[in-house]
Nanobody, 121 residues
Framework: QVQLVETGGGLVQPGGSLRLSCAAS????????MTWYRQAPGKQRELVAT???????NYADSVKGRFTISRDNAKNTVYLQMNSLKPEDTAIYYC???????????????WGQGTQVTVSS
């Protein structure tokens, strides 16, 4: 069984910073990519940032220059450093990972349960 657990969410004032973490555990052979998504009330889920196994990153235009995604492969963990936060960043942030299980074969996407980020004065 593979599980993803997000931590680091909370309440922060506009202009502040938070760092989210997502740790994968279970019968993992390899993680090919890890991605942060977010979903705000009344809006569709959107991609925030992604990192592939070789380190290449991609960001949504709305967070480019403010957010940084990074990974620690030894710990099966991805981070999202969020700076200069805006009220429109308020959402539930979800971690997604493309994972091959021990034994090889199938590669599937797995989701965490989400962590709430609220940016407000």
């Amino acid at each position: 069984q593979v599980q993803l657990v997000e931590t680091g969410g909370g309440l922060v004032q506009p202009g502040g910073s938070l760092r989210l973490s997502c740790a994968a555990s279970g019968s993992i052979f390899s993680i090919y990519s890890m991605t942060w998504y977010r979903q705000a009330p009344g809006k569709q889920r959107e991609l925030v940032a992604t990192v592939i196994r070789e380190g290449t990153t991609n960001y949504a235009d709305s967070v480019k220059g403010r957010f940084t995604i990074s990974r620690d492969n030894a710990k099966n963990t991805v981070y999202l450093q969020m700076n200069s936060l805006k009220p429109e960043d308020t959402a539930i942030y979800y971690c997604n990972a493309h994972i091959q299980k021990v034994g090889g074969g199938r590669v599937n996407f797995y989701w965490g349960q989400g962590t709430q980020v609220t940016v407000s004065s």
